[in-house]
């Protein structure tokens, strides 16, 4: 069952934070998280793993609460080259990566 | 860095026609994935294939099937193409020893936007 992403989108200012959640109604062993900008692929951001932990790469962070299946990416002092649409990807034993329909992020000047 | 690519950025096809899609990847994976992505549904999976000659189905297989021959290459063939098979095509790789509920990041091709006419 697909996970579901809230919100489906998000209009910021640059240095403004937007928190991006993603919930599933299975057990995960992992989320992942990817970001896709127009007309391209989407690439990888971060891998968080059963074990509740919390993971950082620059001013892009999330956090992974297996007991409530959830994870949330935090998008801190965004800037412009944030935009695009991120998806997360929930693993659960049926051995595949199943995404979520995807927040589409959008940051003006 | 790993190299997916997509063999066609573009594609137009017609209804009953027999479509061929082809991923090559350069990283030696084990791995290989065929999405079908459609605005508001996000990534759906295909098929998959964790060995050359072997395939699994993903959430829509219908109307799709799969061929790897070789490690490098993955096939997704659309058998009567039909217009609700119109979407963005993505296939992905993830690495050597990577279980399919993976710890390892899947690595995307640049999709294929295929419209069935």
């Known amino acids: 069952q697909q996970p579901v992403q809230s919100p489906q989108a998000v209009i910021l200012r640059e240095g403004e934070d937007a928190v991006i959640n993603c919930s599933s109604s299975?057990?995960?062993?992992?989320v992942h998280w990817y970001r896709q900008k127009h007309g391209e692929a989407p690439v990888f951001l971060m891998i968080?793993?059963?074990?509740?932990e919390q993971k950082g790469h620059d001013k892009i962070s999330a956090s992974f609460n297996e007991k409530k299946q959830q994870s949330s990416l935090y998008l801190t002092a965004s800037q412009l080259s944030y935009s695009g649409t991120y998806f997360c990807?929930?693993?659960?034993?049926?051995?595949?990566?199943?995404f979520g329909q995807g927040t589409t992020l959008q940051v003006k000047p | 860095d790993v190299k997916v690519t997509q063999s066609s950025r573009y594609l137009v096809k017609r209804t009953g026609e027999k479509v061929f899609l082809e991923c090559v990847q350069d990283?030696?994976?084990?791995?290989m994935f065929w999405y079908r992505q459609d605005p508001g549904l996000g990534l759906r999976l295909i098929y998959f294939?964790?060995?050359?000659?072997?395939?699994e189905k993903g959430d829509i297989p219908e109307g799709y099937s799969v061929s790897r021959e070789k490690k490098e290459r993955f096939s997704l063939i659309l058998e009567s193409a039909s217009t609700n098979q119109t979407s963005m095509y993505l296939c992905?790789?993830?690495?050597?020893?990577?279980?399919?509920?993976?710890?390892?990041?899947?690595?995307f091709g640049d999709g294929t936007r295929l419209s069935i006419l």
């Open positions: 990283m030696d994976h084990e791995n």
């Open positions: 299975k057990a995960l062993y992992s």
């Open positions: 294939s964790y060995d050359v000659k072997m395939k």
């Open positions: 992905a790789t993830t690495g050597q020893g990577a279980t399919l509920y993976s710890n390892q990041p899947q690595h």
């Open positions: 990807g929930t693993a659960s034993n049926t051995g595949k990566l199943i």
């Open positions: 968080l793993l059963k074990g509740g």
